[in-house]
C-alpha cells in the first residue's frame, strides 16, 4: 500500500492550492479516503473525509474553504482549498481505511486509519 501526496507549497494568505494523493497497491473504491494535517508542536487533526459512495465531511475550521474528492479512475485524491489562512500552515497527510462511510464511528479520528502517506508540506503567509 501508498499514499503519495503532492502539491504543497507556499502561498500568500487568501490564495488557493490543490493537494493531491496518489493512492497504489489497493482497491481504491473500496477505501474511505481522508487529509489529516500536523502543525508543528500540534496533534494531527482531521480536515476532511470522503466516503467510498462520496460522502463527506470537513472540520468545522475548514467548513466552505475546502472540498475533498476523488476520482477512482485514477487512484487519486484531491483537496482544493481556498482562502488559505496563515493557521492552515501545516504537513498534510493523506489517510485511507478499508471500509464503508457506516463502519466509521468518526471519520475525522485519527485512530479511524490505518494507511498513510508521508504528507506535502503547506505554509500560508499574511
Known amino acids: 500500500v501508498q499514499l503519495v501526496e503532492s502539491g504543497g507549497g507556499t502561498v500568500q494568505a487568501g490564495e488557493s492550492l490543490t493537494l493531491s494523493c496518489t493512492a497504489s497497491?489497493?482497491?481504491?473504491?473500496?477505501?474511505?479516503m481522508a487529509w489529516f494535517r500536523q502543525a508543528s508542536g500540534k496533534e494531527r487533526e482531521g480536515v476532511a473525509a470522503i466516503g467510498t459512495l462520496g460522502t463527506t465531511s470537513y472540520a468545522d475550521s475548514v467548513k466552505e474553504r475546502f472540498t475533498i474528492s476523488k476520482d477512482n479512475g485514477k487512484n487519486t485524491l484531491y483537496l482544493q482549498m481556498n482562502r488559505l489562512k496563515p493557521e492552515d500552515s501545516a504537513m498534510y497527510y493523506c489517510?485511507?481505511?478499508?471500509?464503508?462511510?457506516?463502519?466509521?464511528?468518526?471519520?475525522?479520528?485519527?485512530?479511524?486509519?490505518?494507511?498513510w502517506g508521508r504528507g506535502t508540506h503547506v505554509t500560508v503567509s499574511s
Open positions: 497497491g489497493f482497491t481504491f473504491d473500496d477505501h474511505t
Open positions: 489517510a485511507a481505511r478499508f471500509a464503508g462511510w457506516g463502519d466509521l464511528n468518526s471519520p475525522l479520528a485519527r485512530n479511524e486509519y490505518g494507511y
